[in-house]
């Protein structure tokens, strides 16, 4: 257990359907990451936030996909109008800008399933 | 497109034996790191390594960077088991936060 919690651990929707995920980073983290990762692959970047600020984007962030920060403390990814191309694991990191350190702590993921 | 590339994809040994996998990349970087992920898990941070280091150690883990060849080996000596996972190396760049990982290589350790 890294420290980094992610809810739910799994989610089945139907096409179209709407879905959000949520991670609790570890608590002195100000750092956020979204990954997400498909079988066989590594996790690809989605979005970065230090405290609330959303700072970096990728291009795989479609306008369907948004991600929150309310108060620097735990984030929510949310997907609008699923496709059968989002099922993937959702994986969640944090890190610590105070310590200087650049390893992040991974969540188990949440692992999507568009049916 | 995932900058750093594992090598090789999948590599099956026996326990006791060394294992060896090689990340390489593309473009300039700050820092590099490997991480292990079991099956449906999550990832697990193992070692990182600086631009301007060389060669670290933890425990059974040893990493090598050629920032000249821009490449990272990870060798893991005297493999077990308990070893069998997928493992990633990830590229902390230059002017990022968020790291690039690459498509990984899968460890199997035969008992």
């Known amino acids: 257990d890294t420290g980094v919690s992610q809810d739910p651990r799994h989610k089945i929707t139907k096409r179209g359907q709407n879905v959000t995920f949520r991670c609790d980073p570890i608590?002195?983290?100000?750092?956020l990451y979204w990954y997400r990762q498909t079988l066989g692959q590594g996790p690809e970047f989605l979005t970065y936030?230090?405290?609330?600020?959303?700072?970096?984007k990728s291009r795989l962030l479609s306008d369907r996909f948004s991600a929150e920060r309310p108060k620097g403390s735990f984030s929510t990814l949310e997907i609008q109008r699923t496709e059968q191309g989002d099922s993937a694991m959702y994986l969640c990191?944090?890190?610590?800008?105070?310590?200087?350190?650049?390893?992040?702590?991974f969540g188990q993921g949440t692992r999507l399933t568009v049916v | 497109s995932q900058q750093g590339e594992e090598d090789p994809q999948a590599l099956s040994i026996q326990e006791g034996e060394n294992a060896t996998m090689n990340c390489s990349y593309k473009?300039?970087?700050?820092?590099l790191q490997w991480y292990r992920q079991n099956s449906g898990r999550g990832l697990v941070h193992l070692i990182l390594?600086?631009?301007?280091?060389r060669e670290k150690h933890s425990g059974r883990l040893r990493v090598t960077l050629d920032t000249s060849k821009k490449s990272s080996s990870l060798l893991i000596t005297a493999s077990r088991a308990a070893d069998t996972a997928s493992y990633f190396c990830?590229?902390?760049?230059?002017?990022?936060?968020?790291?690039?990982f690459g498509s990984g290589t899968r460890l199997q350790v035969q008992p």
């Open positions: 990191a944090s890190s610590s800008y105070q310590t200087g350190a650049d390893e992040a702590f």
């Open positions: 608590s002195e983290h100000n750092r």
């Open positions: 936030f230090q405290n609330e600020a959303q700072l970096e």
């Open positions: 473009t300039s970087i700050n820092n």
């Open positions: 390594i600086r631009s301007n280091e």
């Open positions: 990830a590229i902390g760049g230059t002017g990022r936060r968020a790291l690039t």
